[in-house]
């Protein structure tokens, strides 16, 4: 069971970070105070000078090559979802398949804001229960159901339960049920959410934040 109170805060205080990772390289966005919402991502070139250090003049040339909104496009970047992370990794290699400019040398270049929400884990067969208050609505920003470690909810469980850290769904409904509310409790099971990974011991992990009227605005 995980309950949690939050109070109001106000508009404006949310910190907008722009990082940029050359061809080949591994991007790592994280947050310690929040939860990473990204904003706009680019992969290509718009600027000859960033990430041109030692490249031939001829692999610059193109400043009119860019694919947008890389980050929000599964099918661009289906095993990274950034939205509602504490910590996101990618590999510029994840984007070889999709070239928006042959010859060019590339980037990805991210604008992301570090958002103060709540993180949440709650285990297989437990009930999830957020709760804001007085006057306040609940916004999911994230949720994934699975195994990412062999630690989190492995207490007196078999080690064949635990050792399949690769398994996430991203679970979207829940801010169709959830935003909006000044209280949602969430069933936390495979008979709700689908079983990604049959014999593995699963648990749901949330990011989430209680806001005002100012956010709803934002966000709506």
Sequence with gaps: MFLSVCVCVPCGLYLRSNSIVCFSLLHIMREDNGVIIVQAAMYGRTDAEICSDGIPADQLANTQCFQIDTLKDSSSLSPCRCDGKKVCEISTNSFRTSDPCSGIYKYLDTTYTCFPAIHSVTCDDSLANLQCGE???????????????????????????????????????????????????????????????????????MAYSCHCKCLRLLFN
């Design 135 to 205: 006057g306040q609505v609940l916004l999911i920003h994230g949720a994934d159901y699975g195994r990412r470690d062999s630690t989190t909810c492995s207490l007196n469980l078999p080690a064949s339960q635990l050792q399949n850290v690769q398994c996430s769904k991203p679970i979207s409904n829940l801010a169709d049920s959830c935003n909006g509310k000044s209280n949602c409790t969430v069933k936390v099971s495979s008979s709700v959410f689908g079983d990604p990974c049959f014999g593995t011991y699963k648990y749901l992990e």
